[in-house]
């Protein structure tokens, strides 16, 4: 595996540009338009010039990262990578599209994986000729510094096919952790309910949002409280992962607490938007 794809340039997509530049691959990275790419390829320079500036990477590995990154605004020119790493919005309809187009232009040999948190890969997988090349990577925010990627294996996915795909984890110093094709894989199977009963103590006032996240951080020696992690995450994220999850297993600890629904339909989304549970517009 030599050339890499990623569609996408968001925060998740430049990410995974990112590392798999900064781990030798030629790296072909796509975005619907030129101020998106732009913008993507403008926070990967930032990161990598942050971390110059402290001591963490040398200005060479800098600048041969960046050499290694192609910005295009076309599919097309995704057509000669070995593997390549969809992450566009978490909606089935828009993966299915990338992959039934990606599907026409790349060779039998392409690995096409997902870095969906909570779809089935299965139905991702249903557009493409050869779904037994189709797989989930899971990459977590921000993906320079999070060392997990969860390998998701799909009903018809080749052995070959995750072999290729874990050997592309473990190249870029990240451990591989394996789940079966079911929404939230690991992580988020077990992260959704525990941030969702954050919200509905809070909701239910039992605790102010300060208190509870302090409970979790000094008793729990979590690094960071469970309000302030959903607004890391984004409020709507949570939701709509909530929302496919619930969907699939029809379990109480999986439905969003009203509060939740309210702050996103407020535009309260986190830090994206300014205000979540806390207030970032002075910071």
């Excluded at 290694?68 to 909606?91: F, M, P, S, W």
Aim: with cysteine; aromatic share 8%; glycine share 10%.
């Amino acid at each position: 595996m030599k050339t890499v794809g990623v569609v996408g340039c968001g925060l998740m997509g430049s990410g995974i540009a990112q590392v798999s530049a900064q781990a030798g691959f030629t790296t072909w990275v796509r975005e619907v338009d030129k101020p998106a790419l732009d913008k993507g390829l403008g926070r990967i320079r930032k990161f990598l010039e942050d971390g110059v500036a402290k001591g963490k990477l040398t200005a060479d590995v800098k600048d041969e990262t960046l050499g290694r990154i192609k910005g295009t605004t076309e599919l097309q020119d995704l057509a000669t990578c070995d593997l390549v790493i969809e992450a566009v919005l978490e909606n089935l309809d828009a993966k299915r599209q990338v992959f039934s187009t990606l599907d026409r232009i790349v060779p039998a040999s392409t690995v096409l994986a997902s870095n969906t948190s909570s779809l089935s890969i299965t139905e991702i997988a249903a557009t493409a000729s050869r779904p037994e090349r189709v797989l989930g990577l899971h990459f977590f925010n921000p993906v320079p510094l999070m060392k997990l990627v969860e390998v998701i294996r799909a009903l018809p996915t080749s052995d070959a096919a995750f072999e290729q795909a874990r050997g592309f984890v473990e190249k870029l110093g990240k451990t591989a952790v394996v789940a079966q094709d079911t929404p939230g894989f690991v992580v988020n199977r077990l992260l959704v309910p525990y941030l969702l009963d954050a919200a509905r103590i809070y909701e239910s006032g039992v605790a102010s949002k300060e208190d509870i996240d302090n409970g979790m951080k000094l008793g729990c020696g979590y690094p960071m409280g469970p309000l302030t992690l959903l607004d890391f995450v984004g409020l709507d994220t949570t939701l709509s992962i909530a929302n496919i999850m619930f969907e699939e297993f029809k379990l109480p600890q999986y439905a969003a607490p009203p509060l939740l629904k309210r702050m996103v339909l407020a535009g309260y989304l986190g830090r994206k938007s300014g205000r979540g549970f806390y207030d970032y517009s002075k910071s």
